[in-house]
């Protein structure tokens, strides 16, 4: 699979874009896939895809007590993204 390549889009008026197929295909998106959008400081903007594993939808392996709302696993995730980010950003600054 090759990486596409960069294509300008529009936001609408209700300050939506459309993602090209080539980028949905790249990504592994699909309709109602969920993202994380990240503003970086020089105001570039970053999609992060959740991709989740078939042990967590099907809930193969573990027995679990207590689940997690949706909302504390997005949570969740995005503290693994932000944790990975500052990691990057610590060893390209050595």
Known sequence: MSIPTPTM???SSKGQIAIPKEFRVAAGLEAGSKVILECLPDGTLELHPIHYSIHEVFGVGKKIKQRKSKSNEEK?????ILEEDES?????SK
């Open 76 to 80: 969740d995730i995005m503290d693994v």
């Open 88 to 92: 990057t950003k610590r060893g390209k």
């Open 9 to 11: 889009v529009v936001i």
